[in-house]
């Protein structure tokens, strides 16, 4: 009975990730899997010369049914062939036995697997009311010329095609997977303003503006920063307070992007207000049912919206947002802190495990395998270190009318740009305090601001290609030493990062260009949609070399001739017995050192960014505490 595959695709939830699928598997030929290697060896054995120098029969050289030996002693013969005779006489591939795939599906795949879900990925969609009107606009402008039209028309075609995976989960989780240094490094940028506006928590203030808006930036950071709906919503409330001066407020030009400087002004206005009473201030107490928690953390604001009357001041309501937040936190201990202690236990079996069976070419390259993936720890703890880990519904719904916050949460590779343009915001802020806290001087996205972009991608990189480096020497080293086909997955993951992560500063600095010019900016618009659609391409072919290495590993595609030797002459020489001297020696030299080596520095980090955690933790406690004191 023959099964219509588009017509299953079509009654799946994810149909054209299924189709897509389909249409990739159709590029993959048809592979012999009647490679053996034991009986290869046994061939290979039979040449005279081989059993004239060992006198012993084939067989017995290969260890044929014969398991060989956990032991440390234990050493068989090596025996090697070239490339030419494999190809003749060992066709195809091998598949795995059963040991061979779950056992390190088991201890690897599927415990990272549980790190990538709890990396923090960008969620929710922007508003289309201001895009659309947008798109009409540079419809109407490109009618007025026909080069601009087909520019427009083309323009808003790669957009379509852009959009069609934003805001997608599938999208976000191999937007981690093929651009891990960019999400490694917005993690670190993140924890570091978080830090630093954990310290500002203690510095005096006379406006209670001020204060909030250092609460605001920390909290709501990992949301898209829209300075329309901002202004808009810290206008509205305000209105509610005094009617008269917010409409002059309103009065104002609009912040964009470009020149927030209104912030400054309404500032200033906001702190001659009187300040409101203390006795009204927001208290627990008295609204046990505010935060519905669970021992993962808050799992539903329906009841966490502050109150709508007039009567309720907007600092009141901040903070009743705010409290809100920072209780909503998840358990770090039980949701994060738990499973990489568990990580550790199993890595250190595996090491325990590796050391007794040494010059086992299976668990070399399970344990190059688990190396390459050690970077996915470092995001995950990295990624639940910030200030706060709620979501942007619980935001939104915590603050009410207070604050009309953006819908989206951003993807770590966006946190960067997104950081700034909350501190640009709060420095706007800062700066028209009466008391002229230290805000510093004004950011700006200058050279500087670009440099470090790109030397913190570069940090990011490190981290990604250092696991792939450790990878790349164990299955280098495992005999055949040499260029395979697992080392060169490794490698080729790394450079393709490194292409990926340089791109993307490219690709943010020309929309923040093209947004930034007024008129003649067409060819600059379209030439940075052609960016965009190329990063996306790469950020999709990387995550392909992760996911299919992974799979071509534990099917067996990777045991074969071709893959044992990649780019040598049919000259050079394989090796086709297990647990011979080289492999024994290459053990002791370098898989056991290479992989204590690259998961202690993946721990040193992972402790950094726990530091920095316990840090903010104390400020936010110390300053709840001293806001508690104060009553407000």
Request: glycine share 6%.
């Amino acid at each position: 009975m023959t099964i219509n595959l588009l017509a299953l695709a079509a009654l799946l939830p994810y149909k054209r990730l299924f189709i897509i699928a389909l249409f990739l598997v159709g590029f993959f030929g048809p592979v012999q899997g009647r490679f053996d290697l034991v009986r290869c060896c046994i061939k290979a054995a039979r040449d005279r010369q081989i059993m004239d120098d060992l006198q012993q029969n084939p067989w017995d050289i290969c260890k044929y049914n014969q398991p060989t030996s956990n032991e440390l002693e234990e050493q068989l013969e090596s025996i090697k062939k070239s490339r030419a005779w494999c190809k003749t006489e060992c066709i195809g591939y091998q598949r795995s036995a059963t040991n061979q795939w779950l056992q390190p599906l088991a201890t690897w795949i599927i415990p990272y697997v549980s790190f990538l879900l709890l990396c923090p990925i960008g969620e929710g969609e922007e508003d289309r009311e201001k895009k659309r009107s947008k798109e009409d606009g540079t419809k109407d402008d490109g009618t007025k010329d026909k080069g601009a039209s087909i520019l427009v028309l083309t323009r808003l075609k790669i957009d379509r095609l852009l959009k069609l995976g934003k805001g997608s989960r599938t999208f976000e989780y191999v937007l981690l997977l093929g651009d891990p240094a960019s999400a490694l490094w917005g993690a670190f940028a993140e924890i570091q303003s978080d830090c630093k506006l954990a310290r500002k928590l203690s510095t005096p203030t006379s406006s209670w503006l001020t204060k909030k808006a250092i609460w605001i930036a920390m909290l709501t950071g990992d949301t898209k920063f829209r300075y329309d709906r901002l202004w808009e919503g810290f206008i509205d409330s305000l209105a509610l307070e005094n009617y008269a001066r917010a409409e002059k407020l309103r009065a104002l030009q609009e912040p964009l992007s470009s020149d927030p400087s209104p912030w400054k002004a309404l500032a200033e206005e906001v702190a001659a207000w009187p300040v409101g009473n203390e006795n009204e201030s927001f208290d627990e107490k008295q609204d046990p049912d505010a935060i519905q928690k669970s021992k993962y953390g808050v799992t539903s604001a329906a009841q966490v919206t502050p109150g709508r009357t007039s009567q309720v001041s907007m600092e009141r309501g901040l903070s009743h947002a705010i409290h809100v937040l920072v209780q909503a936190r998840i358990d770090f201990l039980k949701g994060i802190f738990i499973p990489v202690v568990l990580m550790l236990m199993v890595t250190a079996s595996v090491f325990f495990d590796g050391y007794h069976k040494l010059g086992d070419k299976d668990t070399a390259h399970a344990l190059a395998y688990g190396i390459w993936y050690s970077w996915l720890i470092t995001l995950s703890v990295a990624g639940n270190c910030f200030a706060t880990s709620g979501n942007v519904e619980l935001a939104q719904k915590s603050f009410g009318h207070y604050l009309k916050l953006s819908k989206r949460r951003v993807s770590p590779s966006e946190r960067y740009l997104n950081t700034f343009d909350w501190n640009l915001w709060l420095w706007y802020i800062m700066s028209a305090d009466p008391r002229k806290p230290q805000s510093g001087p004004i950011p700006t996205r200058g050279a500087w601001f670009w440099a470090k972009f790109l030397l913190g991608q570069t940090v990011g990189w490190i981290c990604v290609a250092f696991a792939c480096g450790c990878a790349a020497i164990i299955s280098w080293t495992t005999p055949t030493a040499g260029l395979g086909c697992r080392s060169f997955t490794f490698l080729l993951y790394a450079i393709v990062a490194f292409i990926v992560a340089i791109i993307n500063v490219v690709r943010q600095w020309l929309e923040k260009k093209s947004t930034s010019r007024r008129g003649g900016q067409q060819f600059l618009v379209l030439f940075t949609n052609v960016v965009k659609v190329s990063y996306g391409i790469l950020v999709i072919f990387n995550a392909l070399i992760m996911i299919l290495g992974t799979i071509f590993h534990l099917s067996g595609v990777y045991r074969s001739c071709w893959c044992s030797r990649l780019f040598a002459s049919d000259e050079t020489l394989l090796e086709f017995n297990r647990k011979t001297e080289e492999s024994i020696n290459n053990a002791k030299r370098y898989w056991l050192v290479t992989g204590y080596i690259a998961f202690s520095g993946v721990w040193i980090i992972c402790g950094l960014t726990v530091a920095a955690r316990k840090y903010m933790v104390w400020k936010i406690e110390l300053a709840l505490l001293k806001s508690a004191k104060n009553g407000r």
